[in-house]
């Protein structure tokens, strides 16, 4: 492919305070929104403080953030160029998103290969997580699906990227969090699905022992499978959840009302969580409560019911911001996977935070298959545990610091796209590649163009 070339004009940049969807650590920075890879490629010239691509900053903390820097959004790379109705390949700019995609993919029978808890994510930005979905033990990561990508390396120098020819740029890019350069356009396979709906079965646990028996059961049963966790349960109940483990329906499945249609897919028009929230509205009484009565409300055992897609995979999608819930001070995820044989140190998580009676109502449990080739992909076969907290949680940075303790020793590892606040120094005990992403780093980007604020806080 040509470079692309350094045009004068590209879009002009403003300045602008962005935090990531945990609202914690907001940072100013030029905002750019360049309309096409010659656009981008304009706007990399040397400057001090860096360059950062961001896609809908769904990204928890401060990846898609540049402090004093640019930030190069994909918010106007948004097209899909081709689609293959036979094969299902579609090939796009970075910043589609998966919703995009599944509007345009469905009514051909297509759905995305991997879908992360939101669609509102773009392909640059799955890719430069190495995203992973309910599916992660049948299907791995994001990236897994993705033939190649068109990088805006930091020179300007745009490159075609596929995982067979250039496995090394590829893999330090899949997970290597926007690092590497700006993925500007992006060929992923879609996956074959019958109809929109899934065939749900639901089971309700009594413990964390119960939780992971039916999660290591279903895997083998069932495409997608979780666990939403009571992370407030002591005692004899510790780790009660709800399992909810689906496949795709087929024709057949469906009733006859939702036949003429079986791929039918709006999105549905989202409610807003209006204004700022006060302070404390999320703690510990109104989780208690709430996990209580959402634990109640699933039944012991049920099988077969029919779910749509916005349900089963992205419930929150359906409160536009509700990350305003949390109050101005934010939230805080931490997400974590520790490797199998590991099974006391996620019954030992949940009782570090049901002991401080630290409020996480969306705590989610799940056991991943294999990882892939990223450098810092997140994934690795065991159980990952995702817990988000009001970040003004009493006690919290002495709980996380604890986990991230338990982690270590039992040879796992944080997500970065939601970390914010992992010591530097245990990266490495975390992500063993990590030498060779730096190494990759000093040679494809020896001036340091490409930067954002946890690429700084972590040395990446
Ligand atoms: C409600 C919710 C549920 C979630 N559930 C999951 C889940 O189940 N599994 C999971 O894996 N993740 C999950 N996430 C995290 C989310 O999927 C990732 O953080 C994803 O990367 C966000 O994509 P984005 O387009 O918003 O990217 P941003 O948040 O804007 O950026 C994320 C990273 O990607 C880089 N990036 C973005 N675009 C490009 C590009 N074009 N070129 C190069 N780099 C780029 C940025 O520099 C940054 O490092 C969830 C997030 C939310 C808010």
């Known amino acids: 492919?040509?470079?692309?070339?350094?045009?004068?004009?590209?879009?002009?940049?403003?300045?602008?305070?962005?935090?990531?969807?945990?609202?914690?650590?907001?940072?100013?920075?030029?905002?750019?929104?360049?309309?096409?890879?010659a656009d981008a490629a304009a706007l990399l010239d040397p400057r001090p403080a860096g360059v950062i691509a961001r896609g809908l900053g769904r990204s928890y903390n401060n990846a898609a953030q540049c402090d004093g820097g640019l930030v190069i959004s994909t918010a106007r790379m948004n097209r899909i160029l081709t689609l293959d109705a036979g094969t299902g390949l579609v090939t796009c700019e970075a910043g589609v998103s998966l919703e995009q995609l599944m509007v345009a993919g469905l009514p051909a029978g297509w759905f995305v290969p991997v879908s992360?808890?939101?669609?509102?994510?773009?392909?640059?930005?799955?890719?430069?997580?190495?995203?992973?979905?309910?599916?992660?033990?049948?299907?791995?990561?994001?990236?897994?699906?993705?033939?190649?990508?068109?990088?805006?390396?930091?020179?300007?120098?745009?490159?075609?990227?596929?995982?067979?020819?250039?496995?090394?740029?590829?893999?330090?890019?899949?997970?290597?969090?926007?690092?590497?350069?700006?993925?500007?356009?992006?060929?992923?396979?879609?996956?074959?699905?019958?109809t929109a709906r899934l065939r749900v079965d639901t089971v309700r646990t009594a413990d964390v022992d119960e939780t992971m028996a039916v999660l290591t059961e279903h895997d083998?049963?069932?495409?997608?499978?979780?666990?939403?966790?009571?992370?407030?349960?002591?005692?004899?109940?510790?780790?009660?959840?709800?399992?909810?483990?689906?496949?795709?329906?087929?024709?057949?499945?469906?009733?006859?009302?939702?036949?003429?249609?079986?791929?039918?897919?709006?999105?549905?028009?989202?409610?807003?969580?209006?204004?700022?929230?006060?302070?404390?509205?999320?703690?510990?009484?109104?989780?208690?409560?709430?996990?209580?009565?959402?634990?109640?409300?699933?039944?012991?055992?049920?099988?077969?019911?029919?779910?749509?897609?916005?349900?089963?995979?992205?419930?929150?999608?359906?409160?536009?911001?509700?990350?305003?819930?949390y109050g101005p001070g934010g939230l805080r995820q931490y997400q974590y996977v520790v490797p199998f044989g590991q099974e006391a140190a996620v019954r030992r998580s949940f009782e570090l935070v049901s002991g401080i009676?630290?409020?996480?109502?969306?705590?989610?449990?799940?056991?991943?298959?294999?990882?892939?080739?990223?450098?810092?992909?997140?994934?690795?076969?065991?159980?990952?545990?995702a817990l988000d907290f009001p970040a003004r949680t009493p006690g919290l940075a002495g709980l996380l610091a604890r986990l991230d303790e338990l982690v270590v020793a039992a040879g796992g590892r944080v997500y970065l796209a939601k970390d914010s606040r992992v010591p530097p120094g245990l990266l490495g005990e975390m992500y063993p590649r990590l030498p060779e992403f730096r190494k990759l780093r000093a040679e494809l980007d020896p001036d340091g163009l490409l930067a954002s604020d946890l690429s700084r806080r972590l040395g990446l």
């Open 1 to 37: 492919m040509p470079p692309a070339s350094r045009q004068p004009g590209a879009a002009a940049a403003r300045t602008v305070t962005l935090t990531g969807w945990g609202r914690v650590a907001p940072s100013q920075a030029a905002l750019a929104e360049p309309a096409s890879p």
């Open 357 to 385: 009676r630290a409020p996480s109502f969306v705590t989610v449990l799940k056991r991943f298959g294999a990882g892939d080739a990223g450098l810092l992909s997140f994934p690795m076969p065991g159980w990952t545990l």
């Open 116 to 194: 992360p808890g939101t669609r509102q994510v773009t392909v640059g930005g799955a890719i430069a997580a190495d995203v992973h979905g309910k599916n992660h033990h049948a299907a791995g990561s994001f990236a897994g699906h993705v033939p190649s990508f068109d990088l805006l390396l930091p020179g300007g120098e745009l490159r075609t990227v596929t995982q067979r020819d250039d496995p090394g740029l590829f893999w330090a890019t899949a997970g290597g969090m926007g690092l590497t350069g700006v993925i500007v356009r992006a060929t992923v396979q879609l996956t074959r699905v019958a």
């Open 220 to 325: 083998r049963t069932h495409r997608y499978t979780v666990a939403w966790s009571d992370s407030l349960a002591r005692g004899p109940h510790l780790g009660r959840s709800v399992v909810t483990s689906g496949d795709f329906a087929d024709l057949a499945d469906l009733p006859a009302r939702l036949r003429p249609d079986p791929l039918q897919f709006s999105p549905a028009s989202r409610i807003g969580v209006p204004g700022e929230w006060p302070v404390g509205v999320i703690n510990r009484y109104t989780v208690a409560l709430a996990n209580e009565a959402y634990y109640r409300k699933a039944p012991r055992r049920h099988e077969g019911e029919l779910q749509t897609i916005g349900t089963f995979f992205h419930p929150l999608d359906g409160i536009r911001n509700w990350n305003r819930v």
